[in-house]
């Protein structure tokens, strides 16, 4: 049984900066694809980020390309997303989660066998 804890929300102004952190009990070798998805009230789960663990591949929604970088720290069992100059459309829960098997399609999140329980994100002007 994976277990992932996510932390590291809180609220912004746009433009601002967060880092998320997914501390995961079985480490970040365990797990084949690790990934972040976030959903807002009334919208889809929208995958945002993810990653290989034995390769580093890393794969981003084209929403934010450029801003949101995915990172894994082994040493620490703990999977990163860097977000920077966020916008009012960022504004979400944001879940970390893990499959055994290798990442595929990024917008599909059926492909997670572990789900941590969420960090929020605000962003206001």
Known sequence: QVQLV???????????SLRLSCVISEGTYGPHCLGWIRQAPGKEREGVA???TGNGNTY????VKGRF???QDNTK???Y???NNLKLED???????????????LRDSRQYNYWGRGTQVSVSL
Request: proline residues 0%; negative net charge; glycine residues 12%.
């Open 6 to 16: 996510e932390s590291g929300g809180g609220s912004v102004q746009a433009g601002g």
């Open 81 to 83: 997303l860097q977000m």
């Open 77 to 79: 069992n703990t999977l």
């Open 60 to 63: 981003y929604a084209d929403s």
């Open 50 to 52: 993810n990653v290989n």
């Open 69 to 71: 970088t995915i990172s």
């Open 91 to 105: 504004a979400a829960m944001y879940y970390c989660a893990a499959a055994m098997a290798f990442c595929y399609d």
